[in-house]
Nanobody, 119 residues
Framework: QVQLVESGGGLVQAGGSLRLSCAASRSLSSIYKMGWYRQAPGKQRELVADITSGGSTNYADSTKGRFTISRDNAKNTVYLQMNSLKPEDTAVYYC?????????????WGQGTQVTVSS
């Protein structure tokens, strides 16, 4: 099991920036993929961005060019730098970890952090 603790959410005006952090309870090198997801009221949870243990990144079309996912292995922490925020970015943001062997993948979630972008 991996415990994940998110931080960095808050209220920001449109066009502003926030940086989210996700601290993992174990070494990132033992985790196949770390990701950020978000869920707005009345909508399904969606992928924002993810990063593999090898450093490959993947972004949702809606966040490309504005958001950057990164990792600090020494701190067991993954970050999501969010720039040029829009009101439609308002959601609860969740950190996710995928780990285990290829034939037995498991995943855990953080508790979420609220991001609110005012117009």
């Amino acid at each position: 099991q991996v415990q994940l603790v998110e931080s960095g959410g808050g209220l920001v005006q449109a066009g502003g920036s926030l940086r989210l952090s996700c601290a993992a309870s174990r070494s990132l090198s033992s985790i196949y993929k770390m990701g950020w997801y978000r869920q707005a009221p009345g909508k399904q949870r969606e992928l924002v961005a993810d990063i593999t243990s090898g450093g490959s990144t993947n972004y949702a079309d809606s966040t490309k060019g504005r958001f950057t996912i990164s990792r600090d292995n020494a701190k067991n922490t993954v970050y999501l730098q969010m720039n040029s925020l829009k009101p439609e970015d308002t959601a609860v943001y969740y950190c996710n970890a995928v780990y285990g062997s290829p034939w037995n993948r498991r995943n855990d979630w953080g508790q979420g952090t609220q991001v609110t972008v005012s117009s």
